[in-house]
């Protein structure tokens, strides 16, 4: 779903969605769009943050919950801290307008292949071919368990944490090279690369995330260290 309040952009979106295999529903407001869900459930919402009345980030907080669609933030002039705002409550990704549609589409795949892997976990084990087990790549610490293959964390009662795409490469960076302190440049490179987007506090934000997201559970205290002035560390060791 197209949530934005430009007729225009709205338009033009689900058009080029369209003309890619994807059905697009479109609101042009927040109360638009819970009115859609609530006959239409959809997989994922392109949601804009400037909206007259109540805006995305608002909009954004009553999309909560394990049946809650993905949600790709959109916005032509939202600053750091409505993009560390938007990260810190669930949204998947955040596109600064104006976009390229055909970068918009690949987003959108990308977040959805990564719900789709941790569906697909939970396909009974028959269902997995003997040389997909063998390939798989899971990292072990403290209890829990990493599969880097699917992307998912288990918890150690084997429970599924979900996990963003930028939280599992966070993780997945920390897991890679345990006890070693890593600095926030470093963990931009390891875990964002090309989609850091110019602003380190995304490592605080999502390191954050994590650590919500590992808390009150049995192995999770105190795995990702704050080292002051120098960065981070996973305090556990790791087995793979």
Same mark, same amino acid.
């Given at each position: 779903?197209?949530?934005?309040?430009?007729?225009?952009?709205?338009?033009?979106?689900?058009?080029?969605?369209? &003309?890619?295999?994807?059905?697009?529903?479109?609101?042009?407001?927040?109360?638009? @769009?819970?009115?859609? *869900?609530?006959?239409?459930?959809?997989?994922?919402?392109? *949601?804009?943050?400037?909206?007259?009345?109540?805006?995305?980030?608002?909009?954004?907080?009553?999309?909560? +919950?394990?049946?809650?669609?993905?949600?790709? @933030?959109? $916005?032509? =002039?939202?600053?750091?801290?409505?993009?560390?705002?938007?990260?810190?409550?669930?949204?998947?990704?955040?596109?600064?307008?104006?976009?390229?549609?055909?970068?918009?589409?690949?987003?959108?795949?990308?977040?959805?292949?990564?719900?789709?892997?941790?569906?697909?976990?939970?396909?009974?084990?028959?269902?997995?071919?003997?040389?997909?087990?063998?390939?798989?790549?899971?990292?072990?610490?403290?209890?829990?368990?990493?599969?880097?293959?699917?992307?998912?964390?288990?918890? %150690?009662?084997?429970?599924?944490?979900?996990?963003?795409? +930028?939280?599992?490469?966070?993780?997945?960076? =920390?897991?890679?090279? %345990?006890?070693?302190?890593?600095?926030?440049?470093?963990?931009?490179?390891?875990?964002?690369?090309?989609?850091?987007?110019?602003?380190?506090?995304?490592?605080?934000?999502?390191?954050?995330?994590?650590?919500?997201?590992?808390? +009150?559970?049995?192995?999770?205290?105190?795995?990702?260290?704050?080292?002051?002035?120098?960065?981070? $560390? =996973?305090?556990?060791?790791?087995? &793979?």
């Amino acid at each position: 779903m197209i949530v934005d309040d430009d007729d225009g952009i709205r338009k033009l979106l689900a058009d080029f969605l369209a &003309q890619h295999g994807y059905a697009a529903a479109t609101a042009a407001s927040a109360a638009d @769009m819970r009115e859609t *869900l609530a006959r239409d459930p959809v997989d994922l919402i392109v *949601l804009d943050l400037m909206m007259p009345g109540e805006d995305g980030i608002t909009a954004l907080r009553s999309l909560q +919950g394990p049946d809650a669609p993905l949600v790709i @933030m959109l $916005s032509a =002039f939202g600053t750091d801290v409505d993009r560390i705002a938007g990260l810190e409550i669930g949204a998947e990704d955040f596109v600064q307008k104006p976009c390229n549609p055909r970068e918009l589409l690949a987003r959108i795949r990308a977040v959805l292949r990564r719900r789709d892997r941790v569906r697909a976990v939970t396909e009974p084990v028959s269902a997995i071919s003997a040389a997909a087990v063998l390939q798989r790549k899971i990292f072990r610490f403290a209890g829990w368990s990493l599969d880097a293959t699917t992307r998912v964390l288990f918890d %150690p009662s084997d429970a599924i944490v979900n996990l963003s795409d +930028g939280e599992f490469r966070m993780l997945l960076a =920390f897991v890679e090279r %345990p006890q070693r302190v890593l600095t926030r440049d470093q963990l931009l490179d390891y875990a964002l690369g090309s989609d850091k987007e110019h602003f380190d506090r995304a490592v605080d934000v999502l390191i954050s995330r994590l650590r919500r997201k590992m808390a +009150g559970r049995v192995g999770s205290l105190e795995l990702i260290r704050t080292v002051r002035s120098e960065g981070y $560390s =996973f305090a556990s060791a790791v087995t &793979q």
